[in-house]
């Protein structure tokens, strides 16, 4: 069974950092890129970031770029969001997912909560 | 930047019915289309990819056409469980952009 569980949310003060885990489990780590996505409490669906199965490609939306970096360990099945410089618009429930070479984002984990603020 | 438009942002129906929910793109992406149902605190769940080729798992009531564009998503008899939120999302090329969602409500 494809499993992906995120950790690591919590409430942090403007301009702080955070680290956000993926584990992934029940299929091929290393043949698929990775996501992370995000919604802002009662908004829709931002995508944040992908990352290629080696890494040697990630993508950013605009919004995060500069401040958030993608990462992978495909030795332990996981994929990483380092935050910095955080905004109170950053927050949101964060939610990695498998993204299929083609696309698009097929299994999501239920999310983690980041709220920055004051 | 594509972007994505959805309609109609909130839909009341009632068990039963055929509903159909539009999504415009702002430039071309082929059949580089796919919906996601959303429920309340709940991760998105993806029904559709390649504009009509449905997941497996979901119900064949789910249905989706269109390229280029213009593109729907109809359900073809509502059912309670249907009743969440829907979102299309295109992923023809970066950044990845979803429409603003579309509301199915019970009338």
């Known amino acids: 069974e494809v499993q992906v569980v995120e950790s690591g949310g919590g409430l942090v003060q403007p301009e702080g950092s955070l680290r956000l885990s993926c584990e992934a489990s029940g299929f091929s780590f290393t043949s698929y890129w990775m996501s992370w996505f995000r919604q802002a409490p009662g908004k829709g669906l931002e995508w944040v970031a992908n990352?290629?199965?080696?890494?040697?490609?990630?993508r950013y939306a605009d919004s995060v770029k500069g401040r958030f970096t993608i990462s992978r360990d495909n030795g332990k099945n996981s994929v990483f969001l380092q935050m910095n410089s955080l905004r109170g618009e950053d927050t949101a429930v964060y939610y990695c997912?498998?993204?299929?070479?083609?696309?698009?984002?097929?299994?999501w984990g239920q999310g983690t909560l980041v709220t920055v603020s004051s | 930047d594509i972007q994505m438009t959805q309609s109609p942002s909130t839909l009341s129906a009632s068990v039963g019915d055929r509903v159909t929910i539009t999504c415009r793109a702002s430039q071309t992406i082929s059949y580089w289309l796919a919906w996601y149902q959303q429920k309340p605190g709940k991760a998105p769940r993806l029904l559709i990819y390649?504009?009509?080729t449905l997941e497996s798992g979901v119900p064949s009531r789910f249905s989706g056409s269109g390229s280029g564009t213009e593109f729907s998503l109809t359900i073809s008899s509502l059912q309670p469980d249907d009743f969440a939120i829907y979102y299309c999302?295109?992923?023809?090329?970066?950044?990845?952009?979803f429409g603003g969602g579309t509301k199915v409500e019970i009338k």
């Open positions: 990352i290629k199965q080696d890494a040697s490609d990630k």
């Open positions: 997912a498998r993204y299929p070479v083609s696309g698009p984002a097929d299994y």
């Open positions: 999302q295109q992923y023809a090329g970066y950044p990845i952009t």
């Open positions: 390649k504009a009509s």
